[in-house]
């Protein structure tokens, strides 16, 4: 049996029923008794939820907008990644053929566990308590997105950036693939030299790997050219303190020179 209460504590429920949580987490290569049904559940939850907090967040955006940016928050990666956060691998119940071809690490598994786990706390409680579950889980993705953005794709958006700011384009590497021919985990590196940026995504696909490494490496990138900005700001502060100090007048060119 496995224990659920640390998992429990991570989504910040409690489970009444304790059976619906370890079904939520029961692969069908484990039991005939399975998540299945649950994740069918969680996926129309997840939608509907998703659709009233962007209804809500984004007034003025018409229906087709609110679309995108759903399709962005529900997709598989996007539960992926919340998964691992959560270290949801440490809560399934899989089957000993598909604990050894490392279906505790598959996307599409922990994806798919992510949905179950919402229908299960639906079943537990009501539509309201769910509702905060999933927002609270999808808080940092809402908080994140950008509608001016949202129809561009991580590896399109790190390009421009990139190209926006005079650097040369990011280099793709799959560094390792996963799992059976029928069912890959795909790890990709995407290289910036410009700040020796080297960062990796996993995807069920190599484009899906390469989406990942995209994301995080905008982010490192992005960071990198703010500390960059910081550091001259620092240093034309510092040179206009010692102009001041003996005595030469400092002008407003000067000042924006950098």
Do not use: W
């Not at 639906?122 to 129809?151: C, N, W």
């Not at 790890?187 to 700040?195: A, D, H």
């Amino acid at each position: 049996m496995i224990n659920l209460k640390i998992l429990q504590e991570r989504i910040g429920y409690t489970f009444r029923k304790p059976d619906l949580l370890q079904l939520a987490m029961t692969h069908r290569s484990y039991s005939g008794h399975h998540n299945e049904r649950l994740e069918f559940l969680g996926d129309s939850l997840l939608n509907c939820v998703t659709a009233i907090n962007l209804y809500e967040r984004y007034t003025g955006l018409n229906e087709g907008s609110l679309s995108r940016l759903r399709s962005s928050l529900v997709r598989q990666q996007a539960l992926y990644e919340i998964a691992q956060k959560l270290e949801l691998s440490r809560f399934l119940l899989l089957g000993e053929g598909e604990l050894k071809a490392g279906g505790f690490k598959r996307p599409s598994i922990l994806a798919d566990a992510m949905e179950a786990l919402f229908g299960a706390v639906f079943l537990d409680s009501d539509f309201d308590t769910v509702k905060q579950v999933i927002s609270r889980l999808f808080a940092g993705m809402m908080k994140e997105l950008d509608p001016e953005t949202y129809g561009k794709d991580a590896k399109t958006q790190l390009q421009e950036y990139l190209q926006g700011h005079k650097m040369a384009l990011p280099e793709y590497h799959v560094v390792a693939t996963r799992g059976a021919a029928h069912n890959q985990e795909f790890e990709v590196e995407c290289v910036i030299g410009k700040f020796d940026i080297h960062v990796c995504g996993t995807g069920s696909s190599r484009r899906a790997g390469e989406q990942e490494a995209a994301r995080k490496a905008l982010v490192e990138v992005t960071d990198a050219m703010k500390n960059r900005r910081a550091a001259s700001s620092g240093k034309q502060k510092q040179k206009e303190k010692q102009m001041k100090l003996i005595g030469v007048p400092v002008s407003r060119r000067e000042t924006s020179a950098d």
